[in-house]
């Protein structure tokens, strides 16, 4: 398997691997901009901005747009994350100059009409609404601000009603303007795919894109806190967190390892003790999720109210007693399981170019497989327990709960089971 890349004039980066044996193709652009590039007054714009990217341009209309790609048995998505938008297709290896053009069209000449956008707002809505009545997802939106308060960073991703009523065909063709330019934008292919070729295709329907420079990121900073919101439902939805390491973190490795100890099986310590020793959850992990300059470390559990403060308890004794240290055997099965993991992983294309994505934003290059491997292999216990005893013993904890969280005790007692 080959990597090339290629740069534009006006600043987009391609990047392509060939997959031999592969008839499929894996591509998209990744564009640097997500819901932390937002104001607060435009929160919510990133992802609605993706959403209309479907509903028509100078040439095709939303049918169309399907029409065309379903047409060659071809897949086309999208979706906005905190730091990153991403628009992508899968198609047959001949199919992608098609895949191009659409991708090109929707980015270049999407009309923003003024019906397409007051359909999807209903649209984006909806999603809002289920979002919120979904506790397992509202409870991490609310964890993220109780985290990173008053930041774009803590801000939710689909935004708010009032927020998104209030765009229009103005607010969105300005923000994609402002934000979609070249040199943070980059192209990336995996699969059946010519390197060459591929970049000549680009090279022309891209040609327009501007590189005026968007604006940077305001800083993350962690600081912690509480947010609960009280609901009739079964179940206390718990997630705690603590500082995370960012992608280039020195600690990056040494923190996943250490999540999957935690909690990232059912050989974890979570797992065995929680929910196999003590049946007070039938679901609970940990997870170790970056940003380009910070991140957050944490905890999720579901347990009924009478449960929730011997579950709370139990979290902290699981998290104060990694910090006194790890076996052996356990560092190698953790270990073990996040390299095959991701291994497996990227023997997708779909995943190859996320990672080509991610680390030429972060790294400014790609990372070779065996690199990352050697990344992987050289990770030390005694880094692991650097790692816990950076996260988890600053005693600035975060804590969110949906539903019966009454049930819990208050965020300093709670904070104080914590304490090292």
Known sequence: MTIQQTTLPNGLRIVTESMPGIESTSLGVWVNVGARSETAELNGISHMLEHMAFKGTKTRTALDIAQEIESVGGHLNAYTSREQTAYFARVLGDDVPLAV??????????????????????????????????????????????????????????????????????????????????????????????????????????????????????????????????????????????????????????????SAVLGGGMSSRLFQEVREKRGLAYSVYSFSGSLMDSGMFGIYAGTGPDQANELGAVIAQEVKKICDGIGVDEFERARAQLKASTLMALESSGTRVEQFARQLFVFDRIMPMSELVEKLNSVTPDQVMEAANRLLTSGDISVAAVGPAGSLVDYDQLAAQFAH
Not at 119 to 127: C, M, N, T, Y
Not at 227 to 255: C, K, M, N, W
């Open 101 to 258: 053009d659409i991708l090109g069209d929707i980015l270049l000449n999407s009309t923003f009409e003024t019906d397409e956008v007051e359909r999807e707002r209903g649209v984006i809505l909806q999603e809002i609404g289920e979002a919120h009545d979904t506790p397992d997802d509202l409870v991490f939106d609310l964890l993220q601000d109780a985290a990173f308060p008053d930041q774009p960073v803590g801000r939710p991703i689909l935004g708010t009603p009032d927020h998104v009523r209030s765009f229009n065909s103005q607010t969105l063709s300005k923000y994609m303007a402002d934000q979609y330019q070249a040199k943070h934008m980059m192209f990336a292919a995996a699969g059946k795919v010519d390197h060459d070729t591929l970049v000549a295709q680009i090279g022309q329907i891209f040609d327009g894109l501007q590189n005026a420079g968007a604006p940077g990121f305001q800083k993350a900073t962690y600081q912690g806190g509480d947010r609960r919101v009280e609901r009739p439902l079964e179940q206390v939805h718990l997630t705690i967190g603590f500082p995370g390491f960012s992608y280039d973190d020195d600690h990056f490795y040494a923190g996943q390892i250490l």
